[in-house]
């Protein structure tokens, strides 16, 4: 048996957010898909971790600001599961792992 789209959780990369706002549907061009998204953010169906807000910016304009608008219900909790999820992604991929900093991506897999 699937999940119904009622039940169903969607975790959201950053380039998933750009492309929709900045290349494909802006919000001016889309209202109704917006409030759709806002709506999904309120009910806890659409999630982004933390780090994809980092790599979005500051929040002050456009995709970033948008999308940190709909905290805090949009960010998942971090639980120690997830923190071991993250551990063995990035141990198993480590091209995951820029320098000292850690992109979005393993965050996003282990929530999926």
Not at 54 to 70: I, K, P, Y
Not at 98 to 103: A, D, L, N, P
């Amino acid at each position: 048996m699937s999940a119904s789209f009622e039940t169903t959780v969607y975790i959201v990369d950053t380039s998933v957010w750009i492309r929709l706002y900045e290349e494909c549907y802006p919000p001016e061009v889309f209202p109704s898909l917006y409030t759709q998204l806002q709506e999904c953010a309120r009910q806890g169906r659409i999630m982004s971790p933390r780090q994809v807000l980092v790599e979005l910016g500051d929040g002050r304009h456009g995709v970033s600001a948008w999308v940190r608008a709909l905290q805090p219900s949009i960010v998942p909790k971090e639980t120690s599961v997830i923190a071991k999820h993250v551990g063995s992604i990035c141990s198993e991929f480590p091209a995951l792992i820029k320098g000292t900093s850690m992109e979005a991506d393993p965050f996003v897999i282990a929530h999926a």
